[in-house]
């Protein structure tokens, strides 16, 4: 779940602020780019802020306009509003992170998941600078920032394994299905999928072939995915699908009907092709305290914890080694992103160079 950097700051006919959807892309930009954008964005008010160093933006490629990015947030947001720029700056990034909260709760808290149950996977250029609010707001307890986050949906895409989805109609009540027709019509689609995924030059013992089922209560609308035994179905497996799809309704919806009739809607198969993996070089090790060249001296940066600006330590985290220890509030700079350490955070680098932080007060 994101929201831009260049997602545009304004304020609606109701005279409340928002951010987005609208953006100023990469052209002509936020207005800290210096490009002609007049819009103020989440980037400039994160350069306003502190978050973002105006000197080492993209490895100090871009040098940032903080002064024209602050005239635009006060002439387009602070004065309608009487307050200070920097208020009104954080109060962008605030709307910012109250959105994404909004979107992270939709997939977990709607869907029977607790957020404080789970790590947070923190990338893009700008997620870790709004991740540790957000684990805040959510009560996550812990962050891992991956190397290269501007770079890890590319890094994703290229180790992501290959997936081709097939799906039959097959509309039956549970108790009544043929468990023969059922075998007969995933055994077509299991064919499919692997006659495609031997066309994507994918090996046979490369190959796995996961059923399951879309089913719904009789009379409903909406359907729930239910994973399926591999191998032949039997009839015994009826009771063990009918089970899991109570379970999973109640996680979803909070709610389940265990004497009402369920059917089955769909008969689906996804197809994955496991592609070869690279080894990643692990980095070397160190002691708690970052090395004399990570540092970058100390840096001011508001925070809505101390309602001012803090002086943070700042450091570069191409200098970092595995187990060093970096107290919050701090800056960690990198090529194409910054992230964020409130007051509290602690972060350890691992072996592979990843940031795990421990949310202060998780």
Known sequence: MGAGGGSIAWIDSAGALRVGPQSAGAEPGP?????GGVE??????NVTIGR???????????????????DAIKTRIADFFGMEQVDASYGIVKVADVTMSHAIRAITIERGYDPRDFTMISFGGAGPMHSLALARELKIPNVIVPQVPAHFSAWGMLLTDIRHDFVQTYVRPLDEADV???????????????EVLKKDGIPEDRMMLRRSVDMRYVGQE?????PAPGGA?????????????????????????????????DLRLTAIGVVTKPKFMKIKSGE?????????????VYFEEQRDYVKCDAYLRDAF??????????????????????PGDIATVNEYGHIVIKVGGG
């Open 233 to 265: 179905f039997k009839p015994e497996d009826k009771k063990l699908v009918r089970n899991k799809f109570d379970e999973l309704h109640e996680k979803r919806y909070g709610h389940c009907a265990r004497e009402e009739s369920t059917e089955i809607v």
């Open 222 to 226: 909406h359907t729930v995915n239910v």
């Open 180 to 194: 023969n027709e059922i075998n007969d019509l995933y055994l077509e689609l299991e064919k499919d999928g692997a």
């Open 31 to 35: 207005v800290c780019y210096d490009e």
């Open 321 to 342: 080694w595995a187990g060093n220890i970096i107290y919050g509030p701090a800056v960690i700079e990198e090529y194409a992103s910054t992230t964020v350490l409130h």
């Open 288 to 300: 708690e305290k970052p090395p004399i060249k990570a540092y970058r001296g100390k840096r001011l």
């Open 52 to 70: 973002i160093n105006p000197k080492y933006f993209l490895g100090g490629e871009i040098l940032l306009n903080v002064d024209k990015a602050r």
């Open 40 to 45: 103020p964005t989440v980037t400039d008010a």
